[in-house]
Structures are given as C-alpha cells and as structure tokens.
C-alpha cells in the first residue's frame, strides 16, 4: 500500500484545498493529512484560525480522499511522521517549493503540487469584510 502525507492549517476548507487532496491521494492509496493544531498556527505561523483545530479535522475527515487525519505541532514532525508512519510520498503545494526537500534524505518521494489559482483563506476573509450586503 502506497502511503501519502500532506501537512496544512485547512481553515476555512476551500476547493483549492479539496483539489490539492485529491490530487495528493491520486499518488498513492491511503493519504494521512496532518493539521496544524490551534498553538501551532499561532506559535510558529502566526496564523489565528477561525475554526479550531477539532472543527478542521472533523471538515477534513469528511473528505473522501483522506484516510487519517492527525496533529501537527512542531515543524519538526515530519521526520519522525514519514517513519512512524512508513510514508511513500510527502505532498505539498508548489508555495513551499524546496523547503522540504531534506525528507528525501528519509527515503522518501517529495511532491510540489501547483497551488490552485485565486482562491485563499485571506482571500475569502478580504472578500467577506469587503462585500457590500
Ligand atoms: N493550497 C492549494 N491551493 C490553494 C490554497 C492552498 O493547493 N489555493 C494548498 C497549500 O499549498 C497546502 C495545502 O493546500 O499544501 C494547505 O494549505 P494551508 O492550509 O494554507 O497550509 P499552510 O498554512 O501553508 O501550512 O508544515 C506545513 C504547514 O502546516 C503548511
């Protein structure tokens, strides 16, 4: 069985997102998702979420491409992460092109996945805060 992991904060759950799943899941046959929980983002993103880390991970385990859904807390994990879980593939979206490319060292396949365009979190935001009702 081929083994997929992707790491992300998946706050307000878009299709970008869903497009980056099911591509991620389409490179193996089981894809574990690890979400950044609520200190992480803040601690070491800097990100404030609007749903808290049980919300994001019952929105993401809805999702049929995605067999496991798990923490992320430190940076550091996914080391420890590809082994504990004998990963094939490490999969992130292309905005983080070359950052993680010291897992090859692990054994293990890195994947950059073009970001899908024109949609974001920050972009959902601005645009709510904007529109006129
Ligand atoms: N993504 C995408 N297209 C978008 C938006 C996001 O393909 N329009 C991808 C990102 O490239 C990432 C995943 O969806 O691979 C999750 O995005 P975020 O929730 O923004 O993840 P991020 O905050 O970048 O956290 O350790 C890695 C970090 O946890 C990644």
Redesign the pocket.
């Known amino acids: 069985m081929k083994k997929v992991i992707?790491?992300?904060?998946?706050?307000l759950l878009h299709y970008?997102?869903i497009?980056?799943l099911k591509r991620a899941k389409s490179l193996g046959d089981y894809l574990i998702v690890v979400i950044?929980t609520d200190e992480f983002n803040w601690n070491e993103?800097q990100?404030k979420c609007y749903f808290t880390y049980e919300q994001r991970k019952t929105l993401v385990e809805a999702v049929r491409y995605v067999d496991l859904v798990i923490p992320?807390e430190s940076?550091e994990q996914?080391v420890t992460d590809v082994h504990e879980y004998h990963i094939d593939t490490f999969v992130?979206?292309?905005?983080?092109k070359g950052k993680f490319d010291f897992l090859e060292k692990e054994g293990v396949e890195v994947v950059y996945?073009p970001?899908?365009?024109e949609?974001?979190?920050t972009e959902i935001k601005n645009s709510l805060a904007t529109r006129e009702y």
């Open positions: 992707t790491y992300g904060t998946f706050d970008g997102h497009n980056l950044s993103k990100k992320e940076w996914k992130m979206g292309d905005d983080w996945l970001r899908t365009p949609i974001s979190t």
